[in-house]
C-alpha cells in the first residue's frame, strides 16, 4: 500500500508479526491463497477450522488492520497458506477494510512475512442461507481475473431451513469451482482444500456496474435454488416450507425480545452484568496463582544471586514486570471467550443494534459496546477490540474515550477510599462503587461528544449491520479465537508493561539512601537483646524501666521474639524512608504543590505519581510509604494507611480528601501501558498525547471542584 493509500485508508504506524509454530514466510512452492466472505459468513470458523493454531497473526504494513496467516496442508499438493481477510459486503465500498481487500488482490499489499504480489488464488465463502446478497461480492472477486473457488458455507442451516442449492449449476453459472462445506462440523473441509489448491481463472465475467451485478446475482440465484419461484433474496427468505416458518418464527420472537427499547435492554444489562461476573470472579483463581507463582520465582531469584543491583533487577523488575503482565491473561482470555460465544450466537449483533440508539447521540455506533464492555476488564483490549469498528472516525473516538470505564486495576482504590469513608456501611460503599462505575461511563460518553465536534469533528457514518441467523456457539471457535488474542496482548502490550516496570522500578527504588538513625538504633538494640549484652545490671528500677530494658531481663525465647519484633519494625522504617527518598519520591515532593489544591500531601502525590505504571500500585505505595510494609491486603496495614498524618500532623485521608481521590482515580489516565497501545492502535503517539492530556485536566477538575467544594461546605 502506498503512503497515500495508507493516509486514505486513515491509518498509520507499522504492524508487528507474532510468529506461530509452522509459519514463516512462504518458501518456494508455497501458494498464498486469500480467504474473503462477507461479514457473518462462518469465514472466520472456516480459517480456524482448517489452520487452528498454526497460524500467525500480524498486521498489514502501514495500517492497524489485523492480518491472520495460517498453514494448511492438502494431500497430494503443495503447501498452503491462507490469509484470512477483513469480511466486506463489497471491495467497491469507501471502508478501511474493502480497501485493504482491494490492495491485497491488485498485489500491492501483503501481510507481514509473506512475499509481495497478488495472491495465487482466492476462496470466497457465502452463507448458504443468503446466497443472492453474498454473490454480488462474489462476482467483484471474479471480475478480477484471479484462480478462484466458492465455499459453499452453512449447508447444514440451509438444509434446515428448506433451502436446496446446486452446485454444480452454481459452478457453471460462475464459471468457477464451488464447494459445499460445513466449518462447524468440518464436513466437506478436504474436497475445499483440494480445490483451492487446483483453482483455475474463471471462464466467465460478470457485470462490471453494481445495478448489474445485483440482477446477476439475482438470476444466477434463481437458476441454482431449489425453489425456482424465489428470485431474489426475499424470496428466498420467505419460502413457503414448514421448516423455514418455523426458523423465521422463532428468530422473529427473539428478535422482537432481544431488540426491543425496554425488554431488550433488560436482557442486556442482565447478560453483560452475568459476563463480568464470570470475568471478575473466575479469574481471581488463575490470576492468585499466577501472583503466587512469580512471588515465588522473585524469592528464588533473590536466593541464588548474590545481592547487587543484578538481583534486584532480575527479582524486582523483570520477575515482576513479567508477572504484571501475565495476571491479566485470565479476566482478558475469559472476556475474549465469552465475546466469541456471544457472537457466535448472532446476540452480539442484536446488542449492537440495541446499543445504537444509546450511543448514536454522543457520536458512537453500536460497534463501540463491545470494546467499552471489553475495557470494563481492561482498557488494553477493549482498545485492540475497536478494530473492529469500520469507520475510523468513531473508531478513534472510542480509542480515546475507552480508558473512562472503570476497569479492575482501579478496583483496589476504590476499596481502600469507599473503606474509609464507608466505614462499617456496607451499603453505602457498595453504592459508591456503582457510582464510580457510572462516573466513568458519562465521562466516557460525554467526552466522545465533545472531541466528536472538535477535534474529531466529521460527519458520523450509519451503522450497517446484518443481524445473523441464531445458532449454538462453536467452542473450538472461541477458543482458537481466545488463544490468539491473549498471544496478541502479551506481544503488543506486555513488552510495553514489562519495559515501564523495569523504569518505575528503577525509580522507586534509587538512589540507595543510609538507613534513618532510628532504625539503625533498633537493630543495634535488637542485637544486644539476642546475645543478652542488656545486663540485669543496667536497670536500677523495674517500675520505671522502658519496655525494651525489661525485656533484657526476660528469658531467652522472649527475647529473641522480641528482637525479631524490632529488626521488623527497622525493616519497615527503612523501607518506608528509602521510597520517600527514591527518584519517584523526590518527584513526588517536587510535584506535590500541583496536587496541594485537590487535599493532597506529600505522600499521596508520590502514591499517584507511581500509580502510572499501573492503577493499583497506588495501594501499596501508601502502604509502604506508611508502614514500610507492601502487604496492602493485611487489614492492620490498611487500618495504618488510613490513619496517617501529614507532617504537621493532621490526618491524610479526610472525608473531603477521599472524596477528591476517588473522582480523580476515576477519571484520570493512570495508565502508561494504555498510552502505549492507544499510541499503536490509534496511528501515532498525538493520539496518546490528546488522551492523556483530555481525561488528566478532566479529572483534575472534577477533583478540584469537589475537594474545593467540600471544604467551602465545612466537610473537611
Request: with cysteine; net charge neutral.
Amino acid at each position: 500500500m502506498t503512503q497515500t493509500e495508507c493516509d486514505r485508508c486513515g491509518e498509520q504506524g507499522d504492524g508487528e508479526l507474532l510468529t506461530a509454530a509452522g509459519v514463516g514466510a512462504p518458501a518456494a512452492g508455497v501458494m498464498r491463497i486469500a480467504l474473503m466472505g462477507n461479514p457473518n459468513t462462518g469465514k472466520t470458523t472456516l480459517f480456524n477450522r482448517l489452520c487452528g493454531l498454526r497460524h500467525k497473526t500480524s498486521n498489514f504494513p502501514g495500517t492497524t488492520q489485523e492480518a491472520r496467516v495460517g498453514s494448511v496442508r492438502a494431500e497430494g499438493s503443495a503447501p498452503i497458506h491462507l490469509i484470512d481477510l477483513p469480511g466486506v459486503y463489497s471491495l467497491e465500498l469507501d471502508q478501511h477494510e474493502s480497501a485493504v481487500c482491494r490492495e491485497v488482490l491488485a498485489g500491492n499489499l501483503s501481510p507481514r512475512g509473506e512475499a509481495a504480489g497478488s495472491p495465487d488464488a482466492v476462496c470466497i465463502v457465502v452463507d448458504s442461507t443468503n446466497l443472492a446478497r453474498n454473490l454480488v461480492l462474489v462476482g467483484e472477486v471474479l471480475a478480477r481475473r484471479l484462480p478462484t473457488v466458492v465455499a459453499l458455507n452453512m449447508v447444514d442451516l440451509a438444509q434446515r431451513a428448506g433451502i436446496r442449492i446446486d452446485p454444480e449449476e452454481l459452478s457453471r453459472q460462475l464459471g468457477c469451482g464451488v464447494f459445499e462445506c460445513c466449518a462447524r462440523s468440518g464436513e466437506g473441509l478436504d474436497p475445499l482444500v483440494g480445490g483451492m489448491g487446483a483453482g483455475s481463472i474463471p471462464n466467465r465475467t460478470p457485470p462490471g456496474t453494481r445495478e448489474g451485478l445485483e440482477s446477476w446475482a439475482d438470476e444466477i440465484f434463481s437458476l441454482c435454488i431449489g425453489h425456482r419461484h424465489a428470485p431474489s433474496i426475499e424470496g428466498a427468505s420467505t419460502q413457503n416450507t414448514p421448516s423455514r416458518s418455523r426458523l423465521l418464527g422463532l428468530t422473529d420472537r427473539l428478535d422482537g425480545v432481544f431488540t426491543h427499547p425496554l425488554m431488550g435492554m433488560v436482557v442486556f444489562l442482565g447478560i453483560m452484568a452475568a459476563m463480568l461476573f464470570v470475568i471478575f470472579k473466575l479469574a481471581t483463581y488463575p490470576m492468585d496463582w499466577i501472583d503466587g507463582i512469580f512471588a515465588v520465582l522473585g524469592g528464588w531469584v533473590e536466593q541464588v544471586l548474590p545481592a547487587g543491583i543484578l538481583r534486584d533487577l532480575l527479582s524486582k523488575g523483570v520477575v515482576s514486570g513479567i508477572g504484571a503482565t501475565v495476571i491479566f491473561v485470565p479476566q482478558i482470555a475469559l472476556m475474549f471467550l465469552l465475546i466469541s460465544l456471544l457472537e457466535d450466537t448472532g446476540y452480539l449483533a442484536r446488542a449492537a443494534f440495541l446499543m445504537d440508539r444509546l450511543l448514536r447521540p454522543f457520536g458512537l455506533p453500536g460497534h463501540s459496546f463491545v470494546p467499552l464492555l471489553s475495557s470494563h476488564a481492561c482498557a488494553l483490549p477493549g482498545i485492540m477490540a475497536a478494530r473492529a469498528i469500520p469507520d475510523r472516525r468513531q473508531r478513534l473516538l472510542t480509542i480515546l474515550v475507552a480508558p473512562f470505564m472503570t476497569c479492575s486495576a482501579r478496583l483496589p482504590v476504590y476499596v481502600l477510599v469507599t473503606t474509609l469513608l464507608f466505614k462499617d456501611r456496607p451499603g453505602l460503599a457498595a453504592i459508591a462503587f456503582i457510582g464510580c462505575y457510572a462516573l466513568g461511563v458519562g465521562a466516557g460518553l460525554v467526552s466522545a461528544l465533545i472531541l466528536g465536534g472538535t477535534v474529531l469533528k466529521g460527519q458520523a457514518r450509519p451503522m450497517i449491520l446484518e443481524l445473523p441467523t441464531y445458532k449454538l456457539p462453536s467452542f473450538r471457535t472461541a477458543l482458537v479465537t481466545t488463544w490468539d488474542r491473549s498471544i496478541v496482548f502479551l506481544k503488543n502490550a506486555g513488552t510495553n508493561i514489562l519495559a515501564i516496570s523495569i523504569v518505575l522500578w528503577w525509580l522507586g527504588s534509587y538512589p540507595h539512601v543510609p538507613p534513618p538513625e532510628a532504625a539503625t538504633q533498633m537493630r543495634q538494640m535488637a542485637a544486644e537483646m539476642r546475645d543478652g549484652r542488656l545486663a540485669d545490671s543496667n536497670i536500677h528500677d523495674s517500675a520505671t524501666a522502658s519496655p525494651i530494658e525489661r525485656s533484657s531481663t526476660a528469658p531467652f525465647a522472649d527475647r529473641q521474639d522480641r528482637a525479631a519484633e524490632l529488626e521488623a519494625k527497622a525493616d519497615r522504617l527503612e523501607a518506608a524512608h528509602a521510597k520517600a527518598s527514591s527518584f519517584a519520591g523526590r518527584m513526588g515532593r517536587f510535584v506535590q504543590p500541583v496536587f496541594a489544591p485537590l487535599g493532597y500531601d506529600w505522600q499521596l502525590t508520590v502514591g499517584v505519581v507511581t500509580s502510572f505504571a499501573a492503577r493499583e500500585v497506588f495501594v501499596s505505595t501508601m502502604a509502604v510509604i506508611v508502614t514500610g510494609t507492601e502487604d496492602a491486603e493485611d487489614e492492620g496495614v490498611l487500618a495504618e494507611v488510613g490513619g496517617a498524618l501529614r507532617d504537621d500532623g493532621t490526618a491524610v485521608f479526610t472525608t473531603a480528601t477521599c472524596w477528591s481521590l476517588l473522582v480523580y482515580y476515576v477519571l484520570a489516565m493512570q495508565c502508561l501501558p494504555t498510552l502505549a497501545v492507544t499510541a499503536r492502535e490509534a496511528g501515532g503517539m498525538k493520539w496518546a498525547m490528546l488522551q492523556l492530556v483530555w481525561m488528566s485536566v478532566i479529572a483534575y477538575a472534577a477533583a478540584l471542584l469537589v475537594y474545593q467544594g467540600l471544604a467551602l461546605m465545612g466537610i473537611s
